[in-house]
């Protein structure tokens, strides 16, 4: 395996009462996209920062390529930065902009041409060379700003809510967009976001935070279908907290809930939470397929139409809420009582926060 590009260990940083990082050891493969996904407090800007070496840690290391980093400024680091505010200068046109990024390579004004057009063309922007940049949408500002951070080939891009700023349709072809120039480059990125839906889509791993600290590292499809802890689980919409009863048989791992049981895979989890996870689109209406299923009785009580689908909250026996949705048309209305199932390897074991 080769060696991580970036590997951050113990690091340690406190503004007053913030404390941003706290004892954070993270590593980056080279060409991943990875994301630092949390909620505003959490960290992650400041986390970004110390990598680009506009603030420094109180205490621990910052490795790139092999090389200790932690108190190099920011420009001997050959790192590259896109901010949520486009940050591109309005008295330069596109390619000026674009060949800024240039300035310090040593590259030759033919070579430089070339470079800004094959750098517009990665981003969309091809023969928007001499375009005004007050003439741009946001869209379009933001794909400068990345072609210009990119222009002296960084050997890693950071990206601190580029998106951010964009109107939904517009961010949402640009998440594709990013993917897409992430592909073509080969390069590293280290990606902010507090939006799971971004973190979801592009990333090849994603490390949620909380409080300067990361609760848990994955795949986005490990992480959105396995969360670790109920901070995580909360953090993606559509996922249900329950209090369960963990016991144990036979080295087997039951769960209860409200007056069901079912046999669950621990995959090796603390049991002492005695939270539960389960993904609203995996409740059944209807009879188990299975009887491994956990199959339970609950009552109707609110339907929410959301376009695609419908939001059913459904009251169990113990009295807790379990929010199942539904995508196709169904005759079910409030105040029915149903018969639901959810196969065991949806039910998730949950570790303590
Ligand atoms: N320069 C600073 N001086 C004082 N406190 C700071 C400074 N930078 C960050 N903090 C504090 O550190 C904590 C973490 O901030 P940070 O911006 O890293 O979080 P974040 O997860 O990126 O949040 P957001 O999404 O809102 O930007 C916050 O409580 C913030 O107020």
Known sequence: MSEPILELRGLH???????????????????????MLGPSGSGKSTILR?????????????VINGRDMTRVPPWDRHL????????????????????YGLRKTGTSKVNAKARVESL???????????????????GEQQRVAIARALAPNPSILLLDEPLSALDEKIRREMQDELRNIHQRTGTTFIYVTHDQEEALTMSDRVAVLNAGAYVQCDTPKEI??????????????????????YRRRDDKVFVALAGAEAEVDPRGRDLSSGC????????HFGPPAATSDMALNATIEAITYRGLYSNYHLKLADGQTLEATLSQRSPMAVGDTVYISIHADNLVVLEPD
Do not use: W
């Open 80 to 99: 590259g930065m896109v901010f949520q505010n486009y940050a591109i200068f309005p008295h330069l046109d596109v390619g000026q902009n674009v060949a």
């Open 50 to 62: 110390m990598i680009a070496g506009l603030e420094y840690p109180d205490r621990g290391s910052i």
């Open 276 to 283: 539960l996870a389960i993904r609203g689109e995996t409740v």
């Open 13 to 35: 940083k406190r503004f007053g009462t913030a404390v941003p990082a706290d004892d954070f050891s993270m590593d980056v493969d080279r060409g991943e996209f990875f994301t």
């Open 224 to 245: 959105f279908r396995y969360p670790r802890t109920p901070f995580v689980a909360h953090f993606f919409r559509g996922c249900n907290v329950l209090q369960a009863e």
């Open 120 to 138: 517009l063309a990665l981003v969309g922007l091809e023969g928007f060379g001499e375009r005004n940049v007050a003439q741009l949408s946001g």
